[in-house]
């Protein structure tokens, strides 16, 4: 009973930090500063190495000051060397990082080598100790957490434009340079307060990996913002869970994991809650992207197929004629994927019949759609001969380019035009005539 409650309060703590570092963190993303948190998790460290040699103590609160003070120094150098001198701001980034990280490493040493009996442990900062949090430090990650997210809350249409459009926020006299601080001040709290959670290294992971995949759920700040928040939450929960004892259960991965450390458990699953957002998310996501590209080029191999067994059979039109379908498909530039599933749907759509080995012959439905990709394959093709001085010869491929995209009311007034100027000569079908020689199919 006291091991589950002990559970739950550490999880409960650290979801509220992810929850924060979520959002936060995605306002920082969004803002182009995510690097920030990197260097802020990093600058901690000296901090808090400070407030302990001068306050002797590992309470929370007073090594958080120490933490925020020095990342608030970082800060300042950061815009100082860029302001002042010729180095590249992610080169000051680097620089801070590196130098403040290097101090805070040498400080801890120097502790370590002390007489004093209270200093173990504090090396934990580095990759985060979420189990010695007590009762008070998760009642001041709450209280940080609902702050931050009442903050946001009121300024959301303040902060969206000053992530998307600072001149125009500058322009419209609100007080950019306030909030870009306010919002880094939100990210150095947010840092300070997660590194018994995560630690100095692994801090940056809590406040730039919930939004990169909430990115691939929605376009809308608003709706990025809840669900990093609750990637966050959830990442921060299942790491801890995933380490406690029994957290997962009788599991295999839960055996596994029992014991381990909870800061890289967290970021652990909030990369494989990366990875499936990356990989499944319903519009964003890589299958759904390969998905929608392979059906775009199948259907453009379709519309090229249709366009070639009209132009093979067009002399004998209106009857239809079988064609060698190996034929056909050997002059589209297609992957042999993309011809076969072209040659698949067109068959399941009914557009074209088999009616031997290897020939087909285009159907009823299959004859009047051809007919439409054809005439707007030509009439495109004539007004590039026309208009883009480009030669009879070589606009071919162009045309297929651009053909599949282009709206019926659009190849109407084109039709309209050319036929006004006298330039649109007609084939014996009542099509445009292709303005180069088609090749015979073999």
Same mark, same amino acid.
């Given at each position: 009973? /006291?091991? #589950?409650?002990?559970?739950?309060?550490? %999880? @409960?703590? $650290? =979801?509220?930090?992810?929850?924060?570092?979520? &959002? !936060?963190?995605?306002?920082?993303?969004?803002?182009?500063?995510?690097?920030?948190?990197?260097?802020?998790?990093?600058?901690?460290?000296?901090?808090?190495?400070?407030?302990?040699?001068?306050?002797?103590?590992?309470?929370?609160?007073?090594?958080?000051?120490?933490?925020?003070?020095?990342?608030?120094?970082?800060?300042?150098?950061?815009?100082?060397?860029?302001?002042?001198?010729?180095?590249?701001?992610?080169?000051?980034?680097?620089?801070?990082?590196?130098?403040?990280?290097?101090?805070?490493?040498?400080?801890?040493?120097?502790?370590?080598?002390?007489?004093?009996?209270?200093?173990?442990?504090?090396?934990?900062?580095?990759?985060?100790? /979420?189990? #010695?949090?007590?009762?008070?430090?998760? %009642? @001041?990650? $709450? =209280?940080?957490?609902?702050?931050?997210?009442? &903050? !946001?809350?009121?300024?959301?249409?303040?902060?969206?434009?000053?992530?998307?459009?600072?001149?125009?926020?500058?322009?419209?006299?609100?007080?950019?340079?306030?909030?870009?601080?306010?919002?880094?001040?939100?990210?150095?709290?947010?840092?300070?307060?997660?590194?018994?959670?995560?630690?100095?290294?692994?801090?940056?992971?809590?406040?730039?990996?919930?939004?990169?995949?909430?990115?691939?759920?929605?376009?809308?700040?608003?709706?990025?913002?809840?669900?990093?928040?609750?990637?966050?939450?959830?990442?921060?929960?299942?790491?801890?869970?995933?380490?406690?004892?029994?957290?997962?259960?009788?599991?295999?991965?839960?055996?596994?994991?029992?014991?381990?450390?909870?800061?890289?458990?967290?970021?652990?699953?909030?990369?494989?809650?990366?990875?499936?957002?990356?990989?499944?998310?319903?519009?964003?996501?890589?299958?759904?992207?390969?998905?929608?590209?392979?059906?775009?080029?199948?259907?453009?191999?379709?519309?090229?197929?249709?366009?070639?067994?009209?132009?093979?059979?067009?002399?004998?039109?209106?009857?239809?004629?079988?064609?060698?379908?190996?034929?056909?498909?050997?002059?589209?530039?297609?992957?042999?994927?993309?011809?076969?599933?072209?040659?698949?749907?067109?068959?399941?759509?009914?557009?074209?019949?088999?009616?031997?080995?290897?020939?087909?012959?285009?159907?009823?439905?299959?004859?009047?759609?051809?007919?439409?990709?054809?005439?707007?394959?030509?009439?495109?093709?004539?007004?590039?001969?026309?208009?883009?001085?480009?030669?009879?010869?070589?606009?071919?491929?162009?045309?297929?380019?651009?053909?599949?995209?282009?709206?019926?009311?659009?190849?109407?007034?084109?039709?309209?035009?050319?036929?006004?100027?006298?330039?649109?000569?007609?084939?014996?079908?009542?099509?445009?005539?292709?303005?180069?020689?088609?090749?015979?199919?073999?």
């Amino acid at each position: 009973m /006291i091991l #589950a409650s002990f559970v739950l309060k550490i %999880t @409960l703590g $650290a =979801a509220l930090l992810g929850a924060a570092a979520g &959002v !936060v963190g995605g306002l920082a993303v969004l803002r182009k500063r995510s690097l920030m948190g990197d260097v802020l998790a990093h600058a901690a460290l000296p901090g808090i190495c400070l407030a302990y040699l001068l306050f002797d103590t590992r309470s929370l609160p007073v090594l958080s000051l120490g933490a925020l003070a020095t990342g608030v120094l970082a800060a300042a150098a950061i815009a100082l060397v860029t302001r002042w001198t010729r180095t590249r701001e992610d080169a000051a980034m680097g620089l801070a990082l590196s130098t403040f990280f290097g101090g805070g490493v040498v400080l801890l040493t120097v502790i370590q080598r002390l007489a004093r009996g209270n200093q173990a442990g504090l090396s934990s900062y580095l990759f985060g100790e /979420i189990a #010695a949090l007590r009762s008070q430090d998760v %009642t @001041l990650i $709450a =209280a940080v957490t609902c702050l931050l997210l009442a &903050v !946001v809350a009121l300024l959301h249409k303040e902060l969206k434009t000053l992530c998307f459009d600072p001149e125009f926020a500058q322009s419209q006299g609100w007080p950019v340079l306030a909030l870009d601080i306010g919002m880094m001040a939100a990210v150095a709290v947010v840092t300070v307060v997660g590194l018994p959670v995560c630690g100095v290294v692994l801090m940056a992971a809590m406040l730039i990996m919930p939004c990169v995949a909430a990115r691939y759920w929605s376009h809308r700040l608003g709706v990025v913002l809840i669900a990093s928040g609750a990637i966050g939450a959830l990442a921060a929960a299942g790491g801890v869970l995933a380490a406690a004892p029994g957290g997962l259960g009788d599991t295999a991965l839960g055996g596994l994991t029992q014991g381990m450390p909870p800061g890289p458990l967290i970021v652990v699953t909030g990369g494989l809650v990366f990875l499936a957002s990356a990989l499944f998310a319903p519009e964003l996501g890589m299958l759904s992207r390969a998905r929608r590209t392979l059906a775009m080029r199948v259907h453009m191999a379709q519309d090229h197929l249709l366009r070639l067994m009209y132009e093979a059979g067009e002399s004998a039109l209106p009857t239809t004629t079988p064609i060698a379908i190996n034929s056909v498909l050997a002059r589209m530039s297609a992957s042999p994927l993309t011809k076969h599933l072209a040659r698949l749907r067109s068959t399941w759509m009914g557009l074209i019949d088999r009616v031997g080995a290897g020939e087909y012959e285009l159907s009823t439905e299959g004859l009047a759609a051809a007919a439409r990709i054809t005439r707007t394959h030509r009439l495109w093709e004539q007004f590039l001969v026309e208009h883009a001085d480009i030669a009879a010869d070589h606009v071919h491929r162009s045309a297929d380019d651009i053909e599949h995209v282009l709206p019926a009311e659009l190849v109407d007034e084109l039709e309209r035009e050319l036929q006004q100027e006298g330039r649109l000569p007609r084939s014996a079908a009542g099509l445009p005539a292709s303005p180069h020689e088609i090749a015979s199919p073999d």
